[in-house]
């Protein structure tokens, strides 16, 4: 442990110093031998792919990997993700388990590598008249604003009509497709919608400035749920299984030190988030947030994907659309399913 | 009038064949490059189930639908551009203040592009359509300005001199030479604005997203990219080239003839 810390602290002095001197002094230690091979890891922006930029930042992967350039993107949608990983020119990236599962239903050479996190989503309204979705009367006026039709927000939102109205399509005429600032923007100025279906950060600022949430992720969804997932693309997995093997570690590595709030982890999370500490910590702490590299729901979502029709074919299990980085974390239990098989389905 | 029947059948034959060997290439050289699999099945589909996914989405009717949605909205902004742009001209002729002014407009916001605006536009306008329709506005109002402007500063004097002579009023000035006098670059305004309403269009539906049923192609796009429908998002962008393609060749370009072709303003 000690050990830990003090290579820990050497990594960050070597990053300080560098950020100090400017790049263009000899790099120090160990990325002098010469460079062998890169990975290519994307991420979006937010407080879900956090443990994304901690290992960026904090150097985590190259501590596995001594002599191996890891380049970073920052990208701006889901749909690029994908896209990227079918070209080739990323290895790996996140994204939702829907979208995966779309991903993977068309054929795209890419998997499930480990979970990443399950947050807690929820329809935000400001207004007490729509804490029941019975009173969302007005397909003109009682707008709600979703990223984009058949995302996790959407499929939550039909979950819940299905319970409190009986028919899952119920409010589809109800909703407008919006990225989670605008709709934040939108929903606190009273500007055409009165919900919006949020994930963190934006959950979070719009409970902090009054709104409240009419309807709980996990309770739609009937359990948790794995908000987002590490995807590889195959090419990745088959030609540089080592490579596999150390960002899986480093990942592992970076999610423990999030969830045991490593001061350094939280620098890093406060800094790009732009939070206090208190904050960073509240945001961290908020029920149902839970940083893991165990996948939760995939079985509950495919299967009403497909009764839906947003996939045409079920997976047969789980190795269809998990790299065994993740089927090994849900197990299988003989003469029944465990605690995290079962953690897989809906109640 | 079957003269000209007959002749529109010759100038699209000729053009027709024209296109349909360019288009004939372009299929071939697609095609080898899908045989090759240098990119995914998954990115780059074949002909065939680009042609499926069109006829399947024109059959039931989802590419018409949304299509008939965007067109409506550009119609509607482009109307709106073309009475402001005709205002701000009368403006600017009637006094040298005014014309500064919408000099100085045109310099700061013509550069300026719509989406940028989108952030501002939404609390302005809210997330109707209408914010869409500024963006087209947006795009449509600048260069139609900026080409009847420069239409009537190069109106010759003389035919501004003879209007004069035979006593005509400002507004007859205006209607009987200034305008008909300036139609080669009211008709270029035309066109530019309507391929920079179209894209403006696309562009901030691709960003704004859809209301509740009613969406547009640009909005099409992105659904079907995010539902990895690679084959749909090619059709739609078919559909926009026809539309594009249509416009020119049929509306335009018979404006064109009928006005200031016939009337010699133009060499043909």
Known sequence: MKRRMLSLVIVLGLVASLALTGCNEAKPGATNAPTVGTIKIAYQNGLSYSPFYVMQEMKIIEKYLPNVKVEWTVLASGSAVSEGLAAGSLDIGVMGVAPLLTAWDKGFSMKIFSGLVNSPLGLVVLDDKYMSLKNFTEPNKDKIAVPAPKSIQHIL????????LGKATALDEYLKALAHPDAQTALLNKIDIVAHFSSPPFLFSEVAKGGKVAVDGFDAFGGDFSFLVSVASKKFMDEQPAYAGAVYMAMSETIGLINSKDDAAVQVIMSKEKLTKDTAIKYLDWAGTNFTTTPYGLAGLAKYMKDVGYIEKLPASYSDYCWSTATATIGQRAGGPSVLEKAQNRK | MGNVIKKVLVLLKNLFFKRLIFFIGIIVVWQVLFYTKLYPVQMFPSVKTIWDSLVNNLANGELLAKTGFSLELIGIGMLIGM?????FTGLAMISKVCRNF??????????????????IIILWLGLGSNAIIFVIVHSVLWPMLLNTMTGFSSVPKLYKQLGQNIEMSKIKLVFGIYIPASLPNIYAGLKISWARAWRALISAEMIFGASGTSSGLGFYISQKRYDMDTPAVFAALIVIMLIGILVEDIFFNQLEKRTIGKWGMVSQ
């Open chain 2, 102 to 119: 919408v000099d100085s407009i045109i310099t700061i916001a013509h550069p300026l592009p719509g989406i940028a605006l989108l952030p």
């Open chain 1, 157 to 164: 939102l039909s979950m819940a009509a299905q319970k409190q």
């Open chain 2, 83 to 87: 009475i402001l742009s005709v205002i």
